[in-house]
């Protein structure tokens, strides 16, 4: 059977992907497609368009198209050109860069560009000047449109480059006036950073605007949310049952229970966690939004910290961005519980043996907090129906940590209680409330803000479809 884009490793579907987005922008933005797009099917029937679209699954993925899997690709683009037309109309942008690996033609059928791109150019220059290793912890921007670009590097050069070492003081003035300057150009239609979503099959595109006005930034200033709800279900599971379609009881998946034991995963019975994560429920009542922000293990199959992710409920399809860990620890910090957070899963039990009736005993008080502190805040902590969950919680973790390829789910959720238990130790009123702090950590994942991010700086500019 022929490979899809099924089959090319996420990372590998993400360049794809932003470099399809890439494409059909240029064709809608620059190129003028005739006749116009007015479905996707048209969008597919512009040889010009779709060839090109082709070409990168082609080169990129090493893969051919295969109408029944990408045609969904196709009405993404065109969501997304049909939402960024609405809101920019038609600049003169002369550049549509990604990054390394593939340059887009100039023209349909063209030659294509050579050298370094705009992406790979500004993630050099803020890692030389200021010690940003990760560009998108700063401007999570996955593509570029662009007009006098060799202009505007000039510019960005002079104004906020010495070539010095530089000292803390020097990098926060420089680094702020760099993000002046960005979203001056954004502002003109100079140079426009887009992040980009997957639209879900069916949805319509979003447009927004973030990081470029006084006026956005002052209305996120002046919004509070609130915590409503806490999600960290501490029951367990027997492995490998499935439902009989006949009876509707849960029975022993046979097959599945074969594979489990070739791959080590232990047999029948054992007990696992019922979930791998945790997770907040956020209400923005003033934009009628709802986010949840998922805590869960970075790595899917060994010992590892958390990440924190949130998703706007109703964009389920387009996650919002990790929160970068650095900068969660810069937020408890500041709101005085990072002392009740050990950051890393090395501070944590990993065996049955590490975890001791002392430290179980001192994990089902922090149960018990979160569960009183919930009350008090007027947040509803779901445990997942188990009865006494301050004792039965410690228990169900350490037979799960005893079981082969379980021990780092259960570890994992020992750091997710303790970053429960100190966000809810945060008092419900005042400056540094609780819903303050979910508040920032929303912006903080969004990469919205004129604060936060890098020594304090905020972040850049951009555009975010999604």
Aim: charged content about 25%.
């Amino acid at each position: 059977m022929a490979r899809t884009s099924k089959d090319v490793s996420p990372s590998t579907m993400t360049q794809m992907q932003e470099l399809g987005s890439a494409w059909v922008f240029k064709r809608a933005i620059q190129d003028n497609p005739s006749p116009p797009w007015r479905t996707w099917e048209d969008l597919k029937r512009d040889s010009d368009t779709y060839n090109e679209l082709v070409r990168i699954w082609d080169k990129v993925g090493g893969v051919a198209w295969d109408d029944t899997v990408d045609n969904e690709w196709l009405q993404n683009f065109f969501e997304q050109q049909k939402a960024l037309l609405l809101k920019i109309q038609k600049p003169e942008f002369t550049e549509f860069v990604r990054s390394e690996g593939y340059q887009l033609p100039k023209s349909p059928g063209g030659s294509r560009p050579t050298g370094e791109t705009f992406m790979e150019w500004v993630s050099n220059w803020i890692g030389s000047e200021y010690s940003i290793g990760n560009k998108d912890n700063w401007n999570p921007a996955d593509i570029w449109l662009i007009r006098n670009e060799q202009r505007h590097k000039d510019e960005i050069k002079a104004s906020t480059g010495t070539g010095l070492v530089k000292k803390k003081g020097t990098i926060i003035a420089q680094l702020k006036q760099l993000n002046s300057i960005f979203r001056r150009l954004f502002r003109d239609r100079e140079i426009v950073g887009i992040s980009l979503k997957k639209i879900g099959k069916g949805d319509t595109a979003t447009f927004k605007e973030i990081n470029v006005t006084g006026a956005y930034f002052k209305t996120i200033e002046a919004s509070t949310m609130q915590l409503t709800g806490v999600k960290c279900y501490l029951g367990t599971k027997r492995i490998n049952m499935k439902k009989n379609k006949k009876t509707g009881k849960m029975e022993i998946d046979e097959r599945a229970e074969e594979r489990s034991i070739r791959k080590g995963l232990g047999t029948t019975g054992f007990p696992t966690i019922e979930t791998q994560d945790s997770v907040l429920t956020i209400k923005d009542t003033a934009n009628s939004l709802t986010y949840t922000v998922q805590i869960k293990n970075t790595s899917t199959d060994k010992m590892d910290n958390l990440k924190f992710e949130p998703t706007e409920k109703g964009k389920s399809s387009a996650r919002m961005g990790k929160a970068t860990r650095e900068f969660v620890f810069d937020l408890m910090r500041s709101y005085g519980i990072l002392s009740k957070f050990p950051k890393t899963h090395q501070q944590y039990p990993k065996t049955k043996a590490a975890f001791n009736n002392t430290k179980m005993n001192a994990v089902g008080r922090q149960i018990k907090s979160i569960q009183s502190k919930g009350s008090s805040l007027g947040v509803t902590v779901d445990w997942g129906g188990i009865p006494f969950p301050g004792v039965m919680g410690p228990i169900n973790i350490k037979e799960a940590m005893g079981r082969k390829n379980e021990a780092w789910t259960a570890n994992s959720k020992l750091q997710q209680i303790s970053f429960l238990n100190a966000i809810l130790s945060l008092p419900a009123t005042g400056e540094r409330s609780v819903d303050h702090f979910c508040t920032d950590l929303i912006y903080l994942a969004a990469k919205q803000g004129r604060k936060g991010g890098y020594y304090g700086t905020g972040y850049a500019p951009f555009g975010k479809i999604y």
